[in-house]
């Protein structure tokens, strides 16, 4: 080879190279971004939201916010947390949420037990740990943030162990960010009693470093759990504030090998840092692997390229084009006794379903107690739910949107077998009456789906079709008749997942007419494998 070819050869080479380690911006990462095949074949995922604010029983999820608040007005989920707090810990101008954070030791937490509960048990594709929450207490061994889970409370890093079990169990690893809301949503601490014994009297929000010598928390800095007090703060605080921010999570999603990153709030958290964080993180994930194989999630008003679409408590009402994520939780995301639970086996398994349908993945919250482990009452529920998606997983895993989500919407209203309790289509009817995708799920407490409503999934050359409630008898499905607008072939064999024999069925011009057999494998949504429809 001549000279000049292999001069040429290595400008090539050098000039590649140099290609690769130039950090894109944000709009660049967006227009090359391609949503991963694991994310979009996973469908379900296992999400821990648990910090330091799983330590009361009582409270809400905004214990370190209501704790602080004789009134809280219009939260009123947070309505037992300032008397709670008062029984439990003490006044909050002598026992504040750092103290809390303190008594938070995680002392019976094994994440390798957990992971292979969430996986092999509950068949969970992916899982995500939350980082830190609108408390501002990092639970990972923070270079940033020295209120962090390994200085105070359980010593341990909480991040680091989740994501080494995470890959010792095969399954992309996620964290989540909650601190956008940090500037406002920790004021109550700067404030005090309005009345009684302690009226006027500040809360620990106000104490110094200094007011700390001979505690349990000498040296450590109140200032950097709750910020300054209201009346210092100015906007060069403010902006150093956000520039710390921004390095906790490149520390977060950069130290530790993080897949997936959700982030609360609606819109970018602090708007161009927020921006700054998520290029730090989708650059590193490009340099590792060649392309960006990680997923960050989120609600982005009006949608952003490199952002999955999210929806807290919700669903979608129709297909949605992309991959998109519902988070659920049974109760306050933290878990708490002051509400009964949200949801059950049932609700959970039909919330799969139908997010599922829409080309969603659905990641449920799992509530630890305190101490890390399941509550009993919790894990009665997640084992039910487990033993179905075993079962009928072939329908959800890695499976497609058909051409529409399901059938019967408006049909099947109430007869004498459910006492005229049972109208159709609930869930559609209830979600038309709501203006946002957020918080409109349905609950265990909705009204139960008609016995002929549907479901469709599909994979390679098979439809799967859930029956949602079913019940023995004839089932009638329009959008499977052969002058159907959605234009299905005509049907070989149907089968029940579990079952032994063939279904029965006739499909005609107009509709599709099976029978559900009276002996199923399980009392929640039946699934059938339908061979010639696609």
Not at 69 to 89: C, I, S
Not at 288 to 311: F, L, R, T, W
Not at 458 to 480: H, Q, R, W
Request: hydrophobic residues 35%.
């Amino acid at each position: 080879m001549k000279t000049n070819q292999i001069l040429f050869l290595a400008i090539i080479l050098f000039l590649t190279g140099c290609s690769r380690e130039k950090e894109l911006s944000w709009d660049e990462l967006g227009e090359q971004y391609e949503i991963p095949e694991w994310f979009a074949e996973a469908r379900f995922g296992v999400w821990v939201h648990w910090g330091p604010q799983a330590v009361p029983e009582y409270g809400g999820g905004w214990y370190a916010r209501h704790m602080y608040m004789q009134d809280v007005g219009r939260e009123t989920f947070g309505k037992n947390a300032y008397p709670y707090h008062l029984e439990a810990f003490g006044h909050p101008s002598e026992v504040g949420y750092k103290d809390v954070a303190n008594a938070w030791k995680a002392e019976l937490l094994d994440t390798d037990s957990l992971l292979r509960y969430f996986t092999e048990d509950l068949g969970a594709k992916y899982f995500m740990a939350l980082a830190h929450h609108h408390d501002n207490f990092d639970n990972w061994n923070s270079t940033y943030h020295e209120w962090n889970s390994v200085n105070v409370g359980p010593k341990r890093d909480i991040i680091g162990e989740f994501c080494e079990s995470s890959k010792k169990y095969g399954v992309p690893f996620g964290v989540s960010t909650h601190d956008e809301r940090f500037f406002d949503w920790g004021l109550p601490a700067f404030g005090a009693d309005t009345s009684g014994d302690y009226k006027g009297v500040p809360y620990d929000g106000r104490l110094t470093k200094e007011d700390g010598t001979g505690t349990w928390w000498e040296g450590l800095d109140p200032a950097i759990l709750y910020g300054l007090p209201p009346e210092k703060r100015t906007s060069e605080w403010e902006e150093s504030w956000k520039k710390n921010w921004v390095l906790r999570m490149k520390d977060v999603l950069t130290k530790y090998d993080v897949d997936f990153m959700w982030f609360d709030g609606r819109g970018y958290p602090y708007g161009d840092y927020g921006k700054e964080a998520f290029q730090a993180f989708y650059n590193d994930n490009l340099k590792k692997n060649g392309k960006i194989n990680a997923v960050i999630a989120g609600k982005i008003p009006g949608g952003d390229p490199g952002v999955v679409n999210d929806i807290e408590q919700g669903v979608e009402l129709e297909i949605y084009p992309e991959p998109w994520q519902s988070i659920c939780s049974f109760t306050h995301w933290f878990y708490k006794k002051d509400d009964p639970s949200r949801h059950d086996a049932r609700s959970t398994i039909e919330l799969l379903i139908d997010v599922v349908s829409k080309n969603g993945n659905f990641m449920l919250n799992v509530e630890l107690l305190p101490d890390g482990t399941i509550p009993a009452e919790h894990k009665a529920i997640l084992d039910e739910f487990g033993a179905w998606l075993k079962s009928n997983g072939e329908a959800i895993y890695a499976s497609k949107p058909w051409k529409v989500h399901g059938d019967n919407f408006f049909s099947g209203l109430a007869d004498e077998t459910t006492n005229g309790s049972n109208l159709a289509n609930t869930d559609q009817l209830e979600l038309k009456e709501k203006k946002s995708k957020q918080f409109n799920n349905r609950t265990k407490d909705s009204q139960p789906y008609g016995h002929d409503e549907v479901r469709f999934t599909t994979k390679g050359d098979l439809l799967y079709l859930f029956v949602m409630n079913p019940a023995e008898g004839e089932i009638e499905l329009p959008s499977l008749g052969f002058k159907s607008d959605y234009q299905p072939k005509q049907i070989q064999s149907i089968k029940m997942i579990g079952g032994i024999e063939d279904i029965k069925f006739t499909q005609t011009d107009d509709k599709l007419i099976f029978k559900v057999p009276a002996d199923r494998q399980s009392q929640y949504a039946a699934v059938f494998e339908v061979q010639g429809a696609l």
